[in-house]
């Protein structure tokens, strides 16, 4: 799929199959041959491409997190890309994102009617 | 019929959403100051946000996706962070001062100060934003904002002056006592509170999750250009009450109370019931919206999930962002900073960040990649780059004007 | 290398600021800013007083909600505080400036007074006492505003 990483790929929203917003396209992880294997996505990945000072503290904040590596979505899973990148996968098989379950854990679950 | 009636539902939910507490802070203040000499900021500045509204619907129905979300991509995370963290600080100051304007409102109505207000009317702020169902909330309050419609009567009981009234209108410009600096620093302040940058993403990330298709632009385009001229001439309505009542006997306005007064001498307790109810209305529908704004935009960003339609549980962290820009507007509020000089601050700084909201728009709206041939046309892309030029004079010269008037002085 | 770089920077530009508020705020006021504040302070008593007058007289009237008009002269009390707060930051270094301040200063005491008045009034007061009183204050509120159109 002949794509230009920069213009395509790159901060692009990911919906998995029903529309769910996954995350954005932060980085993207390429083989050897310059081929894009996995998105990648995530606190980690996001520090990393944003860079700096900045970019650092964000990563850190993630590990803390337990956010070990950056969330990985291989490129298998892509169905197709428009204005989003639209995944043919839903969201729950993916690896989950650790803010937010940390957030829903610790804050929002505990206040009522946050919902099931 | 269902549909007619569905549209003017939506125009009016418009109408009595576009005023929030910067219309009627800058409205009164430069009104009794200036008579009606502002007149043509304000519908200079309602056209703009007409001409920016659209695109951003525009954007939104053909894409699917929010006009903040297209952002990143177009201008790469680094830009897009700065411009988040602008958007995002600019927003929480409107929020506090929204909900400084709530609490004003209460005060007026009770003996209890406002500050002791401002904990409550946040606390109920969140509550509507956790659960209950928006549509309800929105057509709701943006129906009760209709009441400000008793300032644009009552005017006429008040023996208006009208060919002062006129002079005024027709000739911009300082009257005896004040500079052109203060006549352009009033007009930047009006100009900024009718190009809310709050609007257009909650415009556009309402419209994605009401899932708008091509189809809605029709009743969208009918929401922004007949909902937010009429919008504007509520706010009208304070700054002709001001300039009737205030401007003849040199005086300012510098309180909530000396704004809403003329409706009491107008139509008496009646009046001051409609009015209440509409600033009421008015700034908790825009507190509501800035809250929201402020989660849409971080979320939008950083492309986790959002909205009000979305259960709490499977939005953590939109919903932590939007509590968490609550307190801090509940923050700034418990500065005791006045709400109406935290207004006139606010004003300042969002004409600072119009930039910053407006420029993506207008690229983003000329994308192909997002729009096929829906872009811009000649018009479109005309009226863009004007408005452009203009928000782009105005935050060049808000702060230079605000430190040599002293704020207005 | 840069962050140090950027530090650099950012500590000169607070240095910077720092001592230039320092400088300004410490510099002894001239003719120019007396009167500035002197208006200023006018004009907030001005706007404090009459909106006092105004809110009693439509109370008199029933044309707002007693809370309302306890609300708006708790606001005017305020500004007439704080215009008389600001007259007395700075001492007036001249006599025009000088004889300015005795002019104004007795006037902030009769606008407090006649807000004071006033707040009585909505409290114990009928409609005539109120109306009475509001009238009362014309002459404090003309002077201020001749005041402010002299000196402005």
């Known amino acids: 799929m002949a794509l230009l990483i920069g213009f395509d790929l790159l901060d692009r929203q990911i919906l998995d199959r029903d529309g769910f917003p996954v995350g954005k396209v932060d980085d993207v992880e390429l083989d050897d041959e310059l081929r894009v294997v996995a998105l990648l996505t995530g606190q980690r990945a996001f520090g990393r491409r944003i860079g700096g000072v900045l970019g650092r503290w964000i990563g850190a904040a993630a590990a803390r997190l337990a956010e070990k590596e950056p ?3 291989p490129y298998d899973a892509v169905d197709h890309v428009d204005a989003a990148v639209h995944l043919s996968v839903r969201a729950e098989l993916l690896p989950p994102p650790a803010l937010e379950a940390w957030l829903d854990q610790h804050l929002i679950r505990r206040i009522p009617g946050a919902g099931e | 019929m269902k549909k007619f009636l569905g549209i003017t539902l939506g125009i009016l939910t418009a109408v009595g959403g576009f005023v929030d507490i910067g219309d009627i802070v800058s409205g009164s203040q430069s009104g009794a100051r200036f008579g009606i000499a502002h007149v043509w900021v304000i519908v200079v500045g309602v056209v703009g946000i007409c001409v920016y509204a659209e695109m951003a619907g ?9 006009v903040f979300d297209l952002v990143r991509e177009r201008l790469g995370p680094r830009v897009a962070l700065v411009n988040l963290l602008g958007s995002y600080a600019i927003t929480v100051f409107t929020l506090g001062a929204e909900l400084g304007g709530v609490a004003l409102a209460l005060q007026l109505l009770s003996s209890a100060p406002y500050l002791t207000w401002v904990p409550l009317v946040a606390l109920l702020l969140w509550l509507a934003l956790w659960r209950v169902r928006f549509e309800t909330l ?77 189809r809605d632009l ?42 809403v007064l003329p409706a009491g001498m107008a139509l008496g307790e009646l009046g001051i019931a409609l009015i209440i109810l509409g600033v009421f209305a008015a700034t908790f529908g825009a507190a509501m919206e800035t809250g929201l704004s402020a989660g849409y935009t971080v ?56 930039p910053l909201t407006y420029i993506p728009i207008l690229v983003v709206a000329n994308d192909r ?35 040599f008037t002293r704020v207005g002085g | 290398m840069r962050a140090r770089a950027w530090g650099a920077v950012a500590a000169a530009v607070v240095a910077v600021v720092w ?134």
Request: glycine letters at 10%.
């Open chain 2, 299 to 354: 979320a939008q960003f950083f492309g986790w999930s959002w909205g009000k339609l979305r259960r709490p549980r499977s939005a953590a962290r939109f919903h932590t962002t939007v509590l968490v820009s609550l307190l801090i507007g509940v923050a700034a509020l418990l500065t005791t900073i006045d709400p109406i000089q935290l207004t006139e601050y606010m004003l300042i700084f969002s004409a600072v960040a119009l």
């Open chain 2, 218 to 259: 029709v009743v969208a385009r009918a929401n922004v250009f007949l909902g937010f001229p009429l919008g504007g001439l509520l706010a009208f309505g304070f700054m002709v009450n001001a300039a009737v009542v205030y401007h003849p006997i040199g005086m300012r306005v510098d309180t909530l109370g000396q704004a």
């Open chain 3, 19 to 152: 001592g230039g508020v320092g400088y300004l705020s410490t510099r002894p006021t001239d003719f120019h800013s007396y009167r500035v504040a002197a208006v200023g302070s006018a004009q907030s008593a001005y706007t404090g007083l009459v909106s006092g007058q105004q809110a009693s007289r439509a109370l008199a009237a029933s044309r707002i909600p007693p809370p309302m008009a306890t609300a708006m002269l708790g606001d005017s009390r305020s500004a007439i505080a704080g215009a008389q707060k600001r007259l007395a930051r700075d001492a007036p270094p001249d006599e025009r400036t000088t004889a300015m301040r005795d002019e104004l200063a007795p006037l902030l005491l009769q606008a407090d007074a006649a807000i004071s008045g006033l707040e009585d009034a909505v409290a114990h007061g009928g409609a005539v006492e109120l109306r009475a009183r509001a009238d009362a204050a014309d002459p404090v509120a003309d002077h201020l505003r001749r005041f402010v159109e002299e000196h402005g």
């Open chain 2, 138 to 214: 929105e057509r709701i309050f943006g129906l009760a904002g209709l009441a400000l419609v008793v300032l644009v009567v009552g005017v006429f009981w008040l023996g208006p002056d009208v060919g002062a009234l006129r002079h005024q209108a027709l000739h911009p410009g300082p009257v005896p006592g004040e500079t052109w600096a203060t006549y352009w620093f009033f007009a930047i302040a009006l100009f900024a509170s009718a190009m809310t940058p709050y609007e257009v993403f909650f415009f556009s990330s309402g419209g994605v999750e009401e899932k708008w298709t091509p």
């Open chain 1, 71 to 73: 969330r990985r979505i």
């Open chain 2, 369 to 403: 990649h997002y729009l096929g041939d829906r872009v811009n046309g000649r018009l479109a892309n005309l009226m863009g780059v004007i408005y452009l030029v203009i928000v782009v004079a105005a935050a060049v010269a808000a702060i230079p004007l605000m430190v």
């Open chain 2, 58 to 66: 525009r954007v939104t129905a053909i894409s699917g996706r929010p």
